[in-house]
């Protein structure tokens, strides 16, 4: 039974391995685009260290079980444990910021309206503060979202423009 689960152990940490290398490669893909853009800057690092934290886990899981190493698969443990842990941590932060933002329908509109006032006081402070909404607004404007609007350039009517369905972002 132990051969088994050690067995299984190291086949689950050489797929999250195999995984590992794309999330680093993507990484490192957008560390040589992000010389031109913030947002492409902003997600870089945080994938490039998600991709090397699961590459080296991953590791030390298949190592730890492929070997019988006890230590390490104690190691993989702990490190399994606080990243769970981190993750679950992010997933209600990210909840609990948003929880209230859902869009309010106006008259003679196809799209939700979305209000500041109606998220969270920590979002609402981030997206307020000059300098971070001068990256958003970047972000934005390099992502080319005002350009897609428009249908072939065309410029429309308001009626026309508020019978359209919109990205929250838009």
Known sequence: MLRASNS???MINFLTFLISVPILGGGIWLSTKANSTDCLRFLQWPIIIIGIAVMV???????????RITWLLRLYLTAMFFIVVALIGFTIFAFS?????????V??????????QDYSGWLKDRV???????????CIQ????????????IPETADRFYA???TPIQ
């Open 8 to 10: 299984l152990i190291g």
């Open 57 to 67: 886990v991953s590791l030390a899981g298949f190592a730890g079980s492929c070997y």
């Open 97 to 105: 910021v948003t929880a209230k933002g859902s869009g309010n329908p």
């Open 107 to 116: 008259l003679n509109r196809r799209y939700l309206e979305y209000r500041l």
């Open 128 to 138: 307020s503060e000059p300098s971070y909404w001068d990256k958003i607004v970047s």
């Open 142 to 153: 390099q992502a080319g979202v005002c350009g897609k609007m428009a249908p072939g350039g």
């Open 164 to 166: 359209r369905s919109l």
